[in-house]
């Protein structure tokens, strides 16, 4: 069971990771060199369309998953296994809290600036859910990178 648990953490973080690194790399440079208006649109009707079952639950597993398989008892589990996965767990929380604390509320923002120009919401909005999305790339790519660290030791 507690196999299964480490190599579901494994899983389910390289999938966020990888999710959170092709937005990074691809998604946001592309939407980018929209206008205004064709910006502002593209990113209400993501903000509208990712937060759906399958990303809630991967939200949630690269958390559970971890939890549980610290919380199995295992003979033989060293301590730099236990710590790498300790590590990636805290990576993965600081993930959520930068986008539950920073980029969920850009989000809304977003979504309710219908009054202002597009150009005046792409300006409140980009600069800083880019940084956010930059810092929360990075925690969920560290998690991934020790958690699969725990796996392998």
Known sequence: MATLLLALAVISTGLFAGYFLIFQTGIMPALGRLSDEQFVAAMRRVNEYVPRP?????????VAFP???????????????RWLLVAGLVCAVLNHLVTIGGNVPLNNALASATSSPDSVARAAFESRWNTLHLIRTLFSVAAFALVVGAALS
Do not use: E, H, K, W
């Open 54 to 62: 399958v990303f809630l639950l991967t939200f949630l597993a690269v």
């Open 67 to 81: 939890v549980a398989a610290l919380a199995i008892p295992v003979d033989g589990r060293s301590d730099p296994q």
